[in-house]
RNA sequence: GGGUUGGUAGCUCAAUGGUAGAGCAUCUUACUUUUAAUGAGAGGGUUCCGGGUUCGAGUCCCGGCCGGCCCA
C-alpha cells in the first residue's frame, strides 16, 4: 500500500496515506454508491422543534473538526447549509472515533444518522450513532476560518482569494466562497425567472442551430469551424436572430431561446468569448411592445433575485420601479456631447465633429458608426436608471424598420441600466426588398474589409420572401444582466466556467 | 494588441541585494458539550520558468508562461 502514498502524483502523501489505511481496515470509502438522506442541514435546523430527539440522516463534507479528549465535534456542510455533529468515544466504538482523530479530514465528504438535540452551547446538533465516510479528499481544500475579532467584527481568515484559481477551479471556489456560490446562483435564478416571464406570457421556448452556414444576426466576427462528413465550413452562432424570424415566418406567433453564442473578441470584465443571449419575438407586436415587455420582465427578474424592484450596483441605487426613461440617440448626444443632430447628417460633418472632439476619424466610413460611437463614449456612462435608447442610424442597423418620415433612422431602442447596454430591440423589417437592399450595403462594408458587417443571407430572405408578419424583437445579455443585477466586477463572476488561457503541460 | 500590476509552504500573506518567515491548515500529544476550541511539541519551500548582473538574487536586468485591472 506504500504505493498510495507515493510523491509526485500530487496529491497529498497523508491523505493517501489514510485512505491506504482505512482500505486495509476494510472501510474503504469509496466503495459506497449511495446514501439516503432524510434531512438537509438547513432543515434540521429550521425544524429543530418537530426534530428534536428525532433520529435523521445528513450528509455533507467535513468543514470544522474539533476532537476533545473523547469527544468529538465536526460540522459537515451539504447543499443547504452547515449542520454540527457530536460523537463520544464511549457510544460510537473505538474504530469509528480513531477514524475521526486520525482518517478524516477536512474536505472529506460524510454519511451520518443519529438524533438531533440541542447541546449545553445552544446549537442544534446531529448526536451521531453511525457513521459513513463516502469519499476522501486527497487534496487539502483552502477552506478559510470565519469568525468575530472582539469588537464584533466578521474576519474571514485564509480562503481562496486567487481569482485565477478561482476561475479555474471552480469546484473550489463553490465549496469554499460563499459569496461566489451565491452570485453564481443568483446568476441561474435570473434566467429561471427570464423563462417564468416569458413562459407565462405566452412565448414558446425554442432551439435553434448553434453550427451555422453563415454567422447572422448581429455585427461581429465569429468562430470558425469545419464539418468533416460534409466538408464544409461552418460558423458558431454570433447571435440567434435569424433562425427565430424564420420560426416566426413559419407561423410560431411567440418565441424565444436562451441561448450560448459565440464570438472572436477579445476579453474583458464585459466580454466572455461565449455567453448567453435571450432573444424573443412577438409577430403582430412592435417597438412599443417590447418596451412594455423589457420592464415588466427586468421587474420581474429583480423581483424574483431580490424581493423588491430596485438594488444596487457597485454604490449606485438602480430603481426598476419608475416607468423607464426614453431617450432619441441623437438627443443624448445633444445632450451629452453638446453636438447638434444637424451636425450628424453628412459624412463630412460628423468627420469635423470627430475632429472638433479629438476623436480620430479613421475607420469611421459611416456617419451612423460615429453616431453610435459618440453615444458609447458620451452618453452611455451616464444611463445609471434604466434607460430606452431610441431612434438608432439605419446604416447600423440592418434589420430595423425606418422610422416613418426619416429612413436615416429606425425603430430600434437599446436598453441601458449602470452604464451598461443590456439589450436591444426593433420593430423588425418584414420587407424582404427593404431586407435585401440593407444586406447589399452591409455586403460593401464587408467588401471593404468590415469583418463585422452582416453577410448575404439569400436563404433568410427567401423565407421573408413568403411574408413575414410585422414583428417585435428583443435581445439582450443574460451574462451582462446578471453582473449587474448580482453587483458582480467581472461577467467571470457570473459565468460558472469562464473562458481562460488553456493552463500547460 | 498596448499600459499597469501580480505569481513565495495546501491557503492568505510577510521578507533594505546578505541564514526564506507568520497565521490558518497538516502531523504527534493532552483534554467527555466544543465552536476562531485550548495547551505542549513537530514537519513542511524548484520563491512560476529560463537566462544575466553580483562575492551573494525571492529581491536588480532581459526573455518566456499564467493571471488581475485599465485602455484599444
Given at each position: 500500500?506504500?504505493?498510495?502514498?507515493?510523491e509526485?502524483?500530487?496529491?497529498?502523501?497523508?491523505?493517501?496515506?489514510?485512505l491506504?489505511?482505512?482500505?486495509?481496515?476494510?472501510?474503504?470509502?469509496?466503495?459506497?454508491?449511495?446514501?439516503?438522506?432524510?434531512?438537509?442541514?438547513?432543515?434540521?435546523?429550521?425544524?429543530?422543534?418537530a426534530?428534536?430527539?428525532?433520529?435523521?440522516?445528513a450528509?455533507?463534507?467535513?468543514?470544522?473538526?474539533?476532537?476533545?479528549?473523547?469527544?468529538a465535534?465536526?460540522?459537515?456542510?451539504?447543499?443547504?447549509?452547515?449542520?454540527?455533529?457530536?460523537?463520544?468515544?464511549?457510544?460510537?466504538?473505538?474504530d469509528?472515533f480513531?477514524?475521526?482523530?486520525h482518517?478524516?479530514?477536512?474536505?472529506?465528504?460524510?454519511?451520518?444518522?443519529?438524533?438531533?438535540?440541542?447541546?449545553?452551547?445552544?446549537?442544534?446538533?446531529?448526536?451521531?450513532?453511525?457513521?459513513?465516510?463516502?469519499?476522501?479528499?486527497?487534496?487539502?481544500l483552502?477552506?478559510?476560518?470565519e469568525?468575530?475579532?472582539?469588537?464584533?467584527?466578521?474576519?474571514?481568515a485564509?480562503?481562496?482569494?486567487?481569482?485565477?484559481?478561482?476561475?479555474?477551479?471552480?469546484?473550489?471556489?463553490?465549496?469554499?466562497?460563499?459569496?461566489?456560490?451565491?452570485?453564481?446562483?443568483?446568476?441561474?435564478?435570473?434566467?429561471?425567472?427570464?423563462?417564468?416571464?416569458?413562459?407565462?406570457?405566452?412565448?414558446?421556448?425554442?432551439?435553434?442551430?448553434?453550427?451555422?452556414?453563415?454567422?447572422?444576426?448581429?455585427?461581429?466576427?465569429?468562430?470558425l469551424?469545419?464539418?468533416?462528413?460534409?466538408?464544409?465550413?461552418?460558423?458558431?452562432?454570433?447571435s440567434?436572430?435569424?433562425?427565430?424570424?424564420?420560426l416566426?415566418?413559419?407561423?410560431?406567433?411567440?418565441?424565444?431561446?436562451?441561448?450560448?453564442?459565440?464570438?472572436?473578441?477579445?476579453?474583458?470584465?464585459?466580454?466572455?468569448?461565449?455567453?448567453?443571449?435571450?432573444?424573443?419575438?412577438?409577430?403582430y407586436?412592435?417597438?412599443?411592445?417590447m418596451?412594455?415587455?423589457?420592464?415588466?420582465?427586468?421587474?420581474?427578474?429583480?423581483?424574483?433575485?431580490?424581493?423588491?424592484e430596485?438594488?444596487?450596483f457597485?454604490g449606485?441605487?438602480?430603481d426598476?420601479?419608475?416607468?423607464?426613461?426614453?431617450?432619441?440617440?441623437?438627443?443624448?448626444?445633444?445632450?451629452?456631447?453638446?453636438?447638434?443632430?444637424?451636425?450628424?447628417t453628412?459624412?463630412?460633418?460628423?468627420h469635423?465633429?470627430?475632429t472638433?472632439?479629438?476623436?480620430?476619424?479613421?475607420?469611421?466610413p459611416?456617419?451612423?458608426?460615429?453616431?453610435?460611437?459618440?453615444?458609447?463614449?458620451?452618453?452611455?456612462?451616464?444611463?445609471?436608471q434604466?434607460?430606452?435608447i431610441?431612434?438608432?442610424?439605419?446604416?447600423?442597423?440592418?434589420?430595423?424598420?425606418?422610422?416613418?418620415?426619416?429612413?436615416?433612422?429606425?425603430?430600434?431602442?437599446?436598453?441601458?441600466?449602470?452604464?451598461?447596454?443590456?439589450?436591444?430591440?426593433?420593430?423588425?423589417i418584414?420587407?424582404?426588398?427593404?431586407?435585401?437592399?440593407?444586406?447589399a450595403?452591409?455586403?460593401?462594408?464587408?467588401?471593404?474589409g468590415?469583418?463585422?458587417?452582416?453577410?448575404?443571407?439569400?436563404?433568410?430572405l427567401?423565407?421573408?420572401?413568403?411574408?413575414?408578419?410585422?414583428?417585435?424583437?428583443?435581445?439582450?445579455?443574460?451574462?451582462?444582466?446578471?453582473?449587474?443585477?448580482?453587483?458582480?466586477?467581472?461577467?467571470?463572476?457570473?459565468?460558472?466556467?469562464?473562458l481562460?488561457?488553456?493552463e500547460?503541460?
Open positions: 500500500m506504500t504505493d498510495l502514498a507515493a509526485g502524483s500530487g496529491l497529498d502523501p497523508v491523505r493517501r496515506q489514510k491506504a489505511d482505512l482500505r486495509e481496515a476494510g472501510r474503504d470509502p469509496f466503495a459506497h454508491e449511495r446514501f439516503e438522506v432524510t434531512h438537509h442541514a438547513a432543515k434540521i435546523v429550521a425544524e429543530f422543534e426534530l428534536d430527539g428525532q433520529t435523521v440522516s450528509a455533507g463534507r467535513i468543514t470544522s473538526v474539533r476532537v476533545q479528549g473523547k469527544v465535534f465536526l460540522d459537515i456542510t451539504d447543499t443547504t447549509g452547515r449542520i454540527q455533529l457530536y460523537a463520544r468515544r464511549d457510544e460510537v466504538g473505538d469509528l480513531d477514524d475521526i482523530k482518517h478524516t479530514d477536512l474536505g472529506d465528504i460524510l454519511g451520518v444518522s443519529g438524533f438531533v438535540f440541542r447541546t449545553q452551547r445552544g446549537e442544534i446538533s446531529i448526536h451521531v450513532r453511525e457513521w459513513t465516510l463516502l469519499a476522501k479528499s486527497l487534496r487539502p483552502p477552506f478559510g476560518k469568525y468575530e475579532t472582539d469588537s464584533g467584527e466578521e474576519k474571514h485564509g480562503g481562496l482569494k486567487d481569482p485565477e484559481m478561482r476561475y479555474r477551479q471552480r469546484s473550489v471556489d463553490l465549496l469554499v466562497n460563499r459569496d461566489s456560490r451565491e452570485r453564481l446562483l443568483g446568476r441561474m435564478k435570473i434566467v429561471r425567472a427570464m423563462r417564468d416571464y416569458l413562459d407565462t406570457h405566452d412565448y414558446l421556448e425554442v432551439e435553434t442551430p448553434v453550427l451555422q452556414a453563415m454567422a447572422g444576426g448581429a455585427a461581429a466576427r465569429p468562430f469551424t469545419h464539418h468533416n462528413a460534409l466538408d464544409t465550413e461552418l460558423h458558431l452562432r454570433i440567434l436572430e435569424l433562425y427565430l424570424k424564420r416566426i415566418i413559419g407561423g410560431l406567433d411567440r418565441v424565444y431561446e436562451i441561448g450560448r453564442v459565440f464570438r472572436n473578441e477579445g476579453m474583458s470584465t464585459r466580454h466572455n468569448p461565449e455567453f448567453t443571449l435571450m432573444e424573443v419575438y412577438a409577430a407586436a412592435n417597438l412599443d411592445d418596451m412594455a415587455l423589457v420592464e415588466g420582465m427586468f421587474r420581474h427578474i429583480c423581483r424574483a433575485l431580490h424581493g423588491q430596485n438594488f444596487s457597485q449606485q441605487e438602480i426598476l420601479a419608475p416607468s423607464f426613461t426614453r431617450l432619441p440617440i441623437l438627443e443624448g448626444i445633444r445632450l451629452n456631447a453638446g453636438v447638434a443632430p444637424e451636425e450628424l453628412t459624412l463630412e460633418l460628423a469635423a465633429v470627430l472638433r472632439l479629438g476623436l480620430p476619424t479613421e475607420n469611421e459611416t456617419v451612423g458608426g460615429i453616431i453610435e460611437k459618440l453615444h458609447e463614449k458620451f452618453t452611455q456612462p451616464t444611463l445609471i434604466p434607460t430606452f431610441t431612434e438608432f442610424p439605419a446604416e447600423t442597423s440592418p434589420l430595423a424598420k425606418k422610422m416613418p418620415g426619416n429612413p436615416a433612422l429606425t425603430r430600434r431602442f437599446e436598453i441601458y441600466m449602470a452604464g451598461a447596454e443590456l439589450g436591444n430591440a426593433f420593430s423588425e418584414n420587407d424582404p426588398i427593404d431586407q435585401r437592399e440593407r444586406f450595403a452591409q455586403s460593401d462594408l464587408r467588401a471593404g468590415d469583418a463585422e458587417a452582416h453577410p448575404m443571407d439569400e436563404d433568410f427567401r423565407a421573408m420572401e413568403y411574408g413575414m408578419p410585422p414583428t417585435g424583437g428583443f435581445g439582450g445579455g443574460v451574462d451582462r444582466l446578471a453582473i449587474i443585477l448580482t453587483d458582480a466586477p467581472s461577467i467571470r463572476d457570473v459565468i460558472l466556467f469562464p481562460l488561457r488553456p500547460r503541460g
